[in-house]
């Protein structure tokens, strides 16, 4: 008996537990698009420079456009025995179009099919994602706009440090994510070139055109080094990082999600849509979305991770290790998408408790800084004095049980001759906001500024 897709070489087929080890067809056939359409920009080139007839390659584009309808109908039967989706598809091709199927694999090889078909899919998920990553910064955006004067506390070290707006929290994440979507585009530029055509992992010698199948597939060009192009996973990783960073904000976010939703603080409700209850006791609502993002976005972490070790070892070029790079990818990148979507449908309906975040706003002596700076700007004194009878005025307001406004003019005197009355215009959450105009600052026309400028530029 010869084997089914060694032909001559092999007496037999593989062991069964070989087949489970070595097939990827479970789930490469994901990469079926893609690889249908490598194929399809292949032939065509083939068929162009003459290495194939035209009755050839008109067979067999005919043939893979019959085979991409039998998947997208569900009527493919993919087969573990012929290994991956790249063999699969050309056997169903040699079912229908007989011999000249065989000539399809002329001057390619899975190594460099493979790498062109994993460039391809992932460059649609950098699209897919940024364009989410958008869809969740125009969200940010609008609730900075309806709450730019939303005053909260803002913290260092989870301890109430100084008042900041609602909307300022909503902005910072949304330059965070243009961060992201930025090291995605960037890592795409790199991306988008043809491995196609380098064969093996030496090159061809037959006379292909390397820039037409490039184009026709949408890439800037070609690859320049054959040895590289088929040993380099590279965009993978880079996406990948660039996933992890996102998805690191990601978590933060759902962190403060989960904290803001608790009763203790109660800055924010979310929405029935996306919150759920307990079985046991009924008052509860509790934010596992934004629990499981923080928890999920663990997996991308782990699968560049993964993909680095997997990677750390191999000499050049090819290596069969390589084919654990897309379990691992597809799954990040769907988990990131997924935790993009959640993330974007909570923040779109939570309710803001304002009354709940201007009232802790005040507390823990936050506009502390305000009488400090009040006393550098007014009285001329500096700052690290100011710092000292700030310092005393916050013993006198514990000692008496109230926040710094409940303080009198009296006893402010009696910490400082040079406190005036008009130290009380400073000393409320909303007059500490309002105060802070400085470029970046947490100003409530400064986060409408910004609001505006983020419309333009997303086209909101
Ligand atoms: N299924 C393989 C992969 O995903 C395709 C390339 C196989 N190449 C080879 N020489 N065995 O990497």
Not at 103 to 111: K, V
Not at 420 to 447: H, Y
Request: aromatic letters at 6%.
């Amino acid at each position: 008996m010869s084997n089914r897709m060694w032909g001559g070489r092999f007496g037999s087929g593989p062991d069964a537990i070989m087949e489970e080890i070595n097939a990827s067809i479970d789930f490469d056939k994901r990469l079926h698009a893609h690889d249908i359409a490598g194929s399809i920009a292949h032939a065509t080139m083939l068929g162009e420079v003459g290495i194939l007839t035209r009755d050839d390659k008109d067979a067999i584009i005919a043939g893979l456009e019959a085979v991409r309808g039998e998947i997208d109908r569900g009527e493919f039967t993919f087969s573990r025995e012929l290994e991956d989706i790249h063999m699969n598809v050309e056997s169903r091709l040699r079912e229908m179009i007989g011999d000249a199927a065989g000539r399809l694999h002329t001057a390619r090889s899975r190594n460099d099919q493979v790498a062109t078909d994993f460039r391809l899919y992932v460059r649609d998920c950098v699209d897919t994602l940024a364009g989410q990553i958008e869809t969740l910064q125009k969200v940010l955006v609008a609730r900075a706009g309806d709450e730019a004067g939303t005053v909260m506390p803002g913290f260092t070290h989870l301890q109430s440090a100084q008042p900041v707006t609602f909307g300022h929290h909503m902005l910072a994440y949304v330059e965070m994510l243009e961060r992201d979507k930025g090291r995605l585009l960037d890592a795409r530029r790199r991306l988008n070139l043809s491995p196609l055509g380098s064969a093996a992992l030496a090159g061809t010698s037959f006379p292909i055109d390397r820039e037409m199948t490039a184009r026709a597939l949408g890439f800037d060009g070609p690859t320049a080094n054959s040895l590289d192009a088929v040993s380099d996973r590279d965009f993978v990783l880079e996406v990948l990082s660039a996933a992890s960073i996102s998805a690191m904000h990601l978590s933060r976010f759902s962190e403060e999600l989960v904290i803001w939703s608790s009763a203790q603080f109660g800055f924010v409700a979310l929405s029935d849509k996306f919150s759920t209850g307990s079985s046991i006791m009924p008052q509860k609502r509790n934010p596992d979305a934004a629990e499981l993002i923080r928890a999920k976005i663990g997996r991308i972490f782990g699968a560049f991770t993964s993909l680095l070790m997997v990677m750390k070892g191999l000499p050049l070029a090819y290596s069969k290790d390589m084919q654990e790079d897309k379990e691992v990818a597809f799954d990040a990148l769907d988990t990131f998408s997924l935790c993009l979507a959640a993330m974007t449908g909570m923040v779109g309906d939570l309710v803001v408790n304002r009354e709940k975040m201007a009232a802790a706003a005040g507390a823990g002596f936050s506009t502390a800084t305000d009488l400090a700076d009040w006393l550098v700007r007014a009285a001329n004194v500096p700052f690290r004095e100011a710092h000292h009878i700030t310092g005393r005025a916050v013993s006198a307001a514990e000692a008496k049980g109230c926040g710094l406004e409940g303080l009198t003019i009296e006893d402010f005197k009696a910490i400082d001759e040079r406190i005036t009355s008009q130290v009380f215009k400073v000393l409320g959450v909303d007059n500490s906001v309002k105060s802070r105009t400085s470029f970046g600052g947490t100003s409530p026309a400064n986060v409408l500024a910004q609001v505006s400028a983020w419309r333009e530029r997303l086209g909101a």
